[in-house]
């Protein structure tokens, strides 16, 4: 009796190749397959980001936010992390900002990329709110008087570059504590109109990705 393995080893059964198992194996003959999910991948981020920025920007008058309202630490009723609002208030600034950083400044930097992020208070609010500026300081912010301040609503925590943050918020003597509203006066529904192209490119790139997959799936990409 012929007791050796006749299993085939080089083909599978009626006739069909054979094809080891294992998720090695299968990645090895599927990589365009796993190079265009990657591509729908990536698209899909940055898309999530642009619908996102799109909601924001199609937002109409801000939510005002009072005094009273900040320093008892309750919002208005229905106000998220993400929504347009207004603040009016006076900038509790240094007589020298010269040097900023510091706790005579009593204004903040984080510096991240070639970005600059400024935080200081308010008189009316002091430890209970933060306004955030991008790429400099307003003009005469020392003798501006009370203003109206407009923009996205953060918080401490939330804001870009927590850790950074927390120690530029330190080293100027300002409070850190992440529950700390933060109105990011850079991002407001008019600005991200102005870039509303840049997003909609973005969401043409993420369909012909996902096109792009279905159409092609594992073939080569130059056809071979």
Known sequence: MDTRDRRPTTGGSEGLPYQERGLGPWIGRNPWLLMRLFTVIVFSFAAST??????YGLE????????????????????????????????DVGENLQKIGVPQSRVAIVSRYETAYFYFRLEETGENLLIQTTQGLPKDLQSSGERVWRGKLETVGTVIFHDTTQAGLKSAGLPSDENI?????????QYLRKIFPAYSAII???????????WKKNKPLLGL
């Open 60 to 91: 109409g008058g801000p939510t005002v936010l009072s005094v009273d309202q900040l320093n008892s630490g309750k919002l208005p009723a229905g106000t998220q992390i993400g929504d347009y609002v207004r603040v009016s208030g006076t900038p």
């Open 204 to 214: 043409v790139l993420w369909l012909l990705s996902i096109a792009w997959l279905a």
């Open 181 to 189: 509203p933060v109105v990011n006066t850079g991002e407001t529904p």
């Open 50 to 55: 642009a619908a996102a920025n799109f909601s």
